[in-house]
């Protein structure tokens, strides 16, 4: 864990998150209603900087009424959704905390993904926290780069390194709605699906 998020979860709260709060920790478990009574639940796996948090939203859907009592199922299955996002609880109210699961290495293992990033004219490949870097292959650059021109994965169907940047929360509801036939499926959203994800452990080994 980001020894900043470390201090800064501990001035956020002592012990664990209440319900309903909007500032979020690492750790946070937190459900996404839809409108269809069936509710998703998501968890906070890092909080790099006071605005960006990085989420799973996991391939569990239960009821809204009594979602809470299925968090141990809904964390130990696969990611369905993941990505950068701002300040979720702040803009969508609905996405409600419900408790905190404190996390470990594992769980970064499991789910923190690998950049690409320039660094003074460098192309890079860099883990979550930038920690650890390698230089980036003229195809990972290409792929890379075509990705942050057209605002997407270009190749849809693989895995692929992408640039950082964050998602907005009303995006991933809607990837969420679209997966339950609420509404139309765009493409767009495919690029938050966790199985497209590179993890930095395959980048640069494991850290557990």
């Not at 709605?177 to 959203?189: C, D, K, M, S, V």
Request: glycine share 4%; aromatic share 8%.
């Amino acid at each position: 864990m980001n020894p900043d998020a470390t201090k800064r979860n501990k001035r956020i709260k002592k012990g664990d998150s209440k319900p309903g709060e909007t500032s979020s920790r690492d750790g946070d478990v937190f459900m996404i209603p839809l409108d269809n009574g069936k509710a998703y639940l998501g968890q906070v796996i890092a909080t790099p900087n006071y605005a960006n948090t990085y989420i799973v939203i996991f391939d569990f859907l239960a009821n809204e009424k009594d979602a809470a009592r299925h968090v141990d199922e809904a964390l130990s299955s696969s990611p369905l959704l993941a990505g950068l996002t701002i300040t979720p609880f702040k803009v969508r109210p609905t996405w409600k905390i419900i408790m905190n699961r404190p996390l470990t290495s594992r769980d970064a293992d499991r789910f923190l993904p690998a950049y690409f990033a320039s660094v003074r004219g460098k192309k890079i490949i860099e883990d979550f926290y930038r920690k650890r870097s390698r230089p980036a292959s003229p195809d990972e650059e290409a792929a890379a780069f075509n990705a942050i021109v057209n605002n997407r994965n270009a190749i849809r169907n693989t895995k692929l390194i992408t640039a950082r940047r964050s998602i907005s929360a009303a995006t991933f509801e809607a990837a969420l709605r679209a997966i339950n036939g609420l509404e139309t499926w765009n493409e767009r959203y495919a690029d938050l699906c966790a199985d497209r994800v590179v993890l930095a452990r395959d980048v640069f080994g494991s850290q557990c």
